[in-house]
């Protein structure tokens, strides 16, 4: 596509988020630019499970994971460091597919309806509109700007944002195996100091997912000695390491993973995604929220582009307004999930409670997903 300077709105990062943000503007005549300074495919830390919240919202885009393999997943399993294991039906279940493969199906899907540049954004300037830069010193004015550039950005940094001021104690390591797993469940396994999630993907290769503190880490200096002597003393994740084989040439890891509080709109920039706020990875959910706060977006500023107002601080209020009514309170449950997983008492009373009172499991599970989009 022909690129011209000025946009109705750029998005700055193409994960789920900003994808699925221009996919939706792409169906509604939109001069949209997406700049990500990654090309496609690559592959990203995650646990590749994706909650059915988002699959009927993900077809109405013409977007159908299974037609590329997903998985389908029905049945969750967790265990405890111990080994102590409780299975469920998930209530609203899900797929496994690679970061690799779903990502690289949004661009592929919107790549020729909207304009695409692969650079850095460095700088993005307000003043009445929006003039962004890029490493290469291009720069392009919008009159909307979408902050969909994740969990960490050299734009966080340049707009001070306050959650950059404190150090990140959790770091995350994932690799593709090959390995005899089912294709319907996820897991989540428990190990001194941290979780790992094991699920399969479109290739068949199971993904292995681990979030843990540096401070555990520090001690091993290395993944397979970490893997070895911390992992492997749950005995599922121990089998699991034992026997599977891995496929990439070494795991990809990314340290300083933050779970402060964030703000929807920040210097009149949309944030969706990671960049408005990121869930405990334990809850499987954070993929689902990206592409949900998309369209939360999408759809508040279509309204207000068809109302032909100019009113940019409606447009901001609604759109915080929106956003916090859908996710704070999931963030919330999250955060206090993962502190009862990780403190050794509780969590061992709670896997005595929920092998008494097993509906205790999907219960939780639904308080951190909500309903399927329509
Ligand atoms: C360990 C771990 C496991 C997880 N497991 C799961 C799971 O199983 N299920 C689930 O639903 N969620 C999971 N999540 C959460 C999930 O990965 C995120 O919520 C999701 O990736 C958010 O998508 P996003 O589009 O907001 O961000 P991202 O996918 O991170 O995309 C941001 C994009 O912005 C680009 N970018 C950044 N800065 C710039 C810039 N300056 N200029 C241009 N481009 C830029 C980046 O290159 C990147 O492509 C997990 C997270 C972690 C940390």
Redesign the pocket.
Known sequence: MTQTNTYDVLI???????LSCALHLSKHDCKVLL????SYPHH????????NEVLPYLNSLEIDPFQFGAKKITNFEISSKTGTLLSTKLPLGGFGMSRFALDNLLYEAVSSNIDILFD??ENIDFNTNFQVSTLTKQVFTAEYVVG????R???DTALHRPFMQQKSPWL?VKAHYKADFSNDTVGLHNFKGGYC?LSRTETNAVNA?Y?TTYESFKRFGNIPDFEAAVLSKNPHLKQFYNTATPLFEKPLTISQ?SFQVKQPVEHHIFMV???AG?IH?LC???????IHSAKIFAETYLKHRKNGTKDREALENTYTLLWNQTFLKRLHTGRKIQKLLLHPTATSVGFSVAKLFPSIVPSIIKKTHGAPLV
């Open positions: 700055v990062g193409g994960g789920l988020a900003g700049i990500e300074k990654q990203k830390v995650c646990g590749e499970y994706v909650s850095t954004v969909a550039f994740g969990k950005s050299n734009i995350a999630g997912c979030l993973i995604g990671d960049s990121l990875p499987g959910n954070g993929m689902a929220m990206a």
